[in-house]
Each structure stands twice: as C-alpha cells, then as structure tokens.
C-alpha cells in the first residue's frame, strides 16, 4: 500500500471515530452508561421501554463500529495495518477502500 493511499484511510477513519462520536454523544452514550432522556410527564412507560431498548440496540452498534475504527487506527500505529488478521497475507486496496477497518482479506472473509 503506497503512503497516499495510507494517509487517506487513515484520514477517513478519523473523520468516522468524530463522527460515531458524535452519534454516541447524541445518544447521551459516554463511557459504559447511557442515559437516554425521555422527557417529562411521559404517560406510557411501555413506549418509553421500547423506546428505551431500540436506543440501547443503536449504542450498541455505534460501539461496535468505533472499536473497529479505533483498532485499525491502533494497527497504523503498531505497522500491522492491511494484513489479514486470519493468514497475514496483504488485503487488497480496494477492499481497504471499501473497509477501512476490514481484518480480513476477501478470501478470509468468505470463508467465515
């Protein structure tokens, strides 16, 4: 992988870390807890439950995805950046185009 193709990965992926952050943040996610506000005077607590877990389900998701994105920014850092995680061959540049957080090369990932 040349270093412009490297350097803008690695821009993208910051860019989606502020970005999930963000998101989180909106979701009133910092740290492990979450306080998802639903107002005053909110009359049906069942509604407030869904409400309430459908907000957890996205935290969750949003977590996920910034793990993924902080760990391949840590894998730049380390020098392990672009090698399958499953038999250390490169993985191709467009699939880092596509996934920059991608572990797995092509190959790897169809056999999951």
Not at 33 to 41: P, R
Not at 101 to 107: Q, T
């Given at each position: 992988m040349d270093s412009t193709l490297k350097a803008e990965l690695k821009t993208r992926l910051e860019e989606e870390k502020k970005s999930l952050d963000r998101q989180l943040a909106d979701y009133g996610a910092s740290?492990?807890?979450?306080?998802?506000?639903?107002?005053?005077?909110?009359?049906?607590?069942?509604?407030?439950?869904?409400?309430?877990t459908e907000a957890l389900g996205i935290v969750e998701t949003l977590r996920s995805q910034r793990a993924e994105v902080v760990a391949a920014l840590e894998r730049m850092e380390a020098g392990t950046y672009g090698k399958c995680d499953n038999c250390g061959n490169e993985i191709p540049d467009a699939r880092l185009e596509a996934v920059p957080?991608?572990?797995?090369?092509?190959?790897c990932k169809q056999g999951r």
């Open positions: 740290g492990d807890g979450i306080d998802v506000a639903l107002g005053e005077g909110f009359a049906d607590s069942g509604q407030a439950t869904a409400e309430r957080s991608a572990l797995l090369c092509v190959s």
